[in-house]
Structure formats: C-alpha cells, structure tokens
C-alpha cells in the first residue's frame, strides 16, 4: 500500500528565506507526483506536476524535484513571502503504463507560515 | 465550467439526517473523484468514476455512504443517518487523465451537530 509522508508537518520562517519541503512515498512505481497548495477553508490549488520520467520542473519561485528510485520529492521556494504561507501537500498517482485514471495518494502536508 | 463546482459550499445538519453534496467537473473530464479531509488528517480517497465504467468504491467508509454520476458529468455524494464523525471537508476533482493532473473544487465543509 502506498503511504505518502510529509516533512516537516509545520514550518515558520522569516520572509525572503529560501526553503525546502519534502516529501517521501513508499512504492517507486508511481505515473507522477503533483504538489498542490490549500489556503485556510480553502481547496485545493494545482502548483506543479511532474511526470515519474522527469527530474523537476519550474514555476516562477517554486522548484520540485522528483527521485522516483528513492521514492523523494521536494519542493522548493525561493524568497518566500507572506502569501505563501498555506498548507503544501504532495500527492502521487499510482504506476502503470497506461494514462489512464487513478486516485491520488496524499501526505498529510506541511503548514508553512512566513513571517513578514 | 472553467473549474470544478461544489455545493454546498458549507452544511450543517442534525445528526440522523441524510445529507447530498454535489459536484459539477470540468467538462469533459472523464474522471471524477471523492476524497474527505478532516481535521488534522489527510484527504481520503473515498470513491472515483471513470467514463461508462463501475466506479471504484473501495474508499467508502461505511454503507451510508454511496455515490452516483449521472450522464458522465454531475457527482452527488449521499451520506445517510450522518454522524458526528462525518464532518470533514468532501473534496471533488476531476481530470481528463493522469497526464494533465487533476482539478479540485473548492470542496464542502459538513458539520454534523
């Protein structure tokens, strides 16, 4: 069964910090990982997805890795800023050739709160 | 839609009751999914429809719990006989397929009192 763990569960740093989330998954045959962020009282925002064949990918200050043989994910924010403090989770879809459909296995996230 | 609709957007209820929460997908997405989130916990697969095909119920908790899609598109979640450890946020997202993602909506906040 796969289990998706998140570190650290919180996290409180100074505005213009650079950080690092991460996340590690049980079963190295997954189809991709997706990180989404979620606001207080709030659903969830799609920020980065990446394929299990890719190593990373980019969106303006945010960065994720993926190491899928080491079952590791992280998630990288540079110059954070007061709106990013959210709850970040990882997700990952389970393996298989095809494209087809298949729930996603969440962490239990990491609340970050940046301090202006 | 341009996103993925829910209703209510909050619900409390009386323990005992039955309770429909709705979820309208991207249009056409062909996958559609239930997760619960409560407090402190992550999100719960509870139930996903792909296409024509059976849905995968292997996350229900308990048969109050049940879930129909109808013509390929809206979702209704039915919890009957709600109890207290039923409130959670119910989260719905869709997707066309795994290669592009999947789609939250803003979710349903039950509080049963």
């Known amino acids: 069964k796969q289990e998706v763990t998140q570190i650290p569960a919180a996290l409180s740093v100074p505005e213009g910090e650079n950080l690092v989330l991460n996340c590690s998954f049980t079963?190295?045959?997954?189809?991709?990982l997706q990180w989404f962020r979620q606001d207080p009282g709030k659903g969830l925002t799609s920020l980065l997805l990446?394929?299990?064949?890719?190593r990373e990918q980019t969106s303006g200050r945010l960065n994720a890795s993926l190491d899928k043989s080491s079952g590791r994910s992280t998630l990288y924010i540079a110059a954070s800023q007061p709106g990013d403090s959210a709850t970040y989770l990882c997700a990952v879809s389970r393996g298989g050739a095809s494209s087809g459909n298949t729930p996603l296995v969440f962490g239990k996230g990491t609340r970050l709160s940046v301090i202006a | 839609g341009a996103g993925v609709s829910q209703s209510p957007s909050n619900k409390v209820t009386e323990k005992g009751k039955d309770v429909e929460l709705r979820c309208d997908p991207i249009s056409g997405h062909t996958a559609l999914y239930w997760y619960r989130q409560s407090l402190g916990q992550g999100l719960e697969f509870l139930i996903y429809?792909?296409?024509?095909?059976?849905?995968?119920k292997s996350g229900l908790p308990s048969d109050r719990f049940s879930a129909e899609r109808t013509g390929g598109s809206v979702s209704t979640l039915t919890i009957q006989r709600t109890q207290q450890e039923d409130s959670a946020v119910y989260l719905c997202?869709?997707?066309?397929?795994?290669?592009?993602?999947?789609?939250f909506g803003s979710g349903t906040r039950l509080t049963v009192v």
């Open positions: 429809f792909q296409g024509n095909s059976a849905p995968d």
């Open positions: 997202a869709s997707s066309l397929n795994r290669v592009n993602g999947y789609t």
């Open positions: 079963d190295s045959a997954i189809y991709n």
């Open positions: 990446i394929q299990s064949s890719q």
